[in-house]
Structure formats: structure tokens, C-alpha cells
């Protein structure tokens, strides 16, 4: 089992930034951030496999948003160019190998998750 533990967020004016951290108590082959507004659906963000060999990222952030993990097992999410629309509280997720590409987005490929911790951009 791996515990996961968010921080990072906070609230932020549009056009700011933010670097979420996850902590991991292990390595895990693939790791991905979600987000999830109250009453929607949880939507994958990005996500990474072998310490940023192979990343994805939603449409909804490319260019804006940058996945990445370190050696002491931490992810990382910088946020930048931040809009109202990406409020959310945010989700850290590990999981094993299994391929790359927008899987990586699908929470079916995750079997542990954090606590999450919150965004809000405001305009």
C-alpha cells in the first residue's frame, strides 16, 4: 500500500501560479493528478510514468500545466496561467505500470489515492 499526501494548494488570482506536492510513501511505476468539482465527475489532469519518461496531460491544461517527480518519490503539479474554471480540489493517485497515453487520465489505472487538497482560482 502507498500513502499519498497532497499540499500545496491554496487560493490564487487568475493568471497566477501554484505547485501542488505529493508525497509518496513508495515508488509507483505511474502517477497521476485529478480534480474534482463539487456534485461533478473526478477528471484526470496529468499523469506520469518512470519519473516523467512518459507524461499526458488533459487538453483543458497543455502548454499550462507541467507533471513531474523527483527521486525521494514526491510528485509534483506546477500550475501556471491558473483560471477560474480550475478551481477543484485536487487528487494525487499511484498506481502500476500498465501503458502509457491517456490512460493515464482514466482513474481505472490508479488503485491508491490522497486526500486531495484545494484550489480556487478567483477572477
Known amino acids: 500500500q502507498t500513502l499519498l499526501r497532497e499540499s500545496g494548494g491554496g487560493s490564487v488570482q487568475a493568471g497566477g501560479s501554484l505547485r501542488l506536492s505529493c508525497t509518496a510513501s513508495?515508488?509507483?511505476?505511474?502517477m497521476g493528478w485529478f480534480r474534482q468539482v463539487s456534485g461533478k465527475e473526478r477528471e484526470g489532469v496529468a499523469g506520469?510514468?518512470?519519473?516523467?519518461?512518459?507524461t499526458y496531460y488533459a487538453d483543458s491544461v497543455k502548454g499550462r500545466f507541467s507533471i513531474s517527480q523527483d527521486y525521494e518519490n514526491t510528485l509534483y503539479l506546477q500550475m501556471n496561467s491558473l483560471k477560474p474554471e480550475d478551481t477543484a480540489m485536487y487528487y494525487c493517485?499511484?498506481?502500476?505500470?500498465?501503458?502509457?497515453?491517456?490512460?493515464?487520465?482514466?482513474?481505472?489505472?490508479?488503485?491508491?489515492w490522497g486526500q486531495g487538497t484545494q484550489v480556487t482560482v478567483s477572477s
Open positions: 493517485a499511484a498506481g502500476p505500470w500498465g501503458g502509457a497515453g491517456a490512460r493515464l487520465l482514466e482513474e481505472r489505472s490508479y488503485n491508491e
Open positions: 513508495k515508488y509507483n511505476s505511474c
Open positions: 506520469l510514468c518512470v519519473r516523467g519518461r512518459d
